[in-house]
């Protein structure tokens, strides 16, 4: 259990930085408190306020990493009709999620405006993004970390599990995430000379840097053995709502 965790939502002020803000948020989703102030603060969180998220990576990414989730979360909650609609990839991932810095994004914002680096959701992770909210140029991340696939949960039966995310153990979390991920999902054949991997390597192949990166990172997780070199098949996703997975 993290530092956020153990401590809990109600030790939090209002006067906190917005990463802790983001990250209770998030812990008060899992616990079913109250959310409102957590929100609150964030929508009125200034440039000052933000300045850390916006010049540190660590930061950054783990502020955006919460926010995401707790988005995810507060949507299937409060409007779970647009994620039951046959319309989802409009209607839900479009919709108002989280406001911060008087800014109203949606879930598409968050991961492909920030925290991919300005990347089009379309493309298979080779394509930019070129429309954009002022927020999302001045707040996307320098580059596309491939891990944050495995942490960023948005309601369906085959999303990774979440947890609140800390800015000091960004990279421990995230190689946690990603392992405990892989090793639940790939499956390698040997005598086939084929590996079959989570359809996100598929919908953000650019993100991984191509087949090559596919297996290197598969490689670097320990899913396929070190010279291996097998075809890469990708599993179907269960789209199936799942609301509250989160991290035990």
Request: aromatic residues 10%; contains cysteine.
């Amino acid at each position: 259990m993290s530092s956020t965790e153990q401590t809990g939502s109600s030790a939090t002020t209002l006067d906190d930085p917005p990463a802790t803000l983001a990250q209770n948020l998030l812990v008060a989703c899992k616990r079913g408190d109250s959310t409102e102030r957590y929100r609150d603060a964030l929508a009125r969180a200034t440039e000052t306020d933000l300045e850390r998220v916006r010049e540190n990576r660590q930061v950054g990414l783990a502020f955006w990493l919460n926010c995401y989730n707790a988005g995810t979360q507060l949507l299937l909650e409060e409007r779970p009709e647009l994620y039951e609609s046959r319309l989802r990839f409009v209607r839900f991932f479009r919709a108002p999620a989280i406001t911060v810095g008087g800014t109203s994004l949606s879930l598409d914002r968050i991961e492909n405006g920030i925290l991919r680096g300005g990347r089009s959701k379309y493309g298979l992770g080779y394509l930019p993004k070129f429309f954009g909210t002022a927020l999302e140029r001045r707040y996307r991340l320098s580059h596309c970390d491939p891990r944050l696939h495995f942490a960023l949960n948005c309601g369906a039966e085959s999303c990774p599990a979440i947890r609140a995310y800390e800015a000091d153990r960004i990279d421990e979390q995230l190689d946690l995430a990603t392992r405990g991920y892989l090793n639940a999902t790939v499956a390698y054949d040997s005598e086939a000379g084929v590996v079959r991997v989570p359809r996100v390597f598929l919908w953000f192949r650019g993100d991984f840097g191509g087949g090559s990166g596919i297996r290197s990172f598969l490689r670097e997780y320990d899913a396929i053995p070190e010279n291996a070199t097998p075809s890469i098949r990708h599993l179907s996703w269960d789209w199936s709502k799942a609301a509250g997975t989160f991290v035990d």
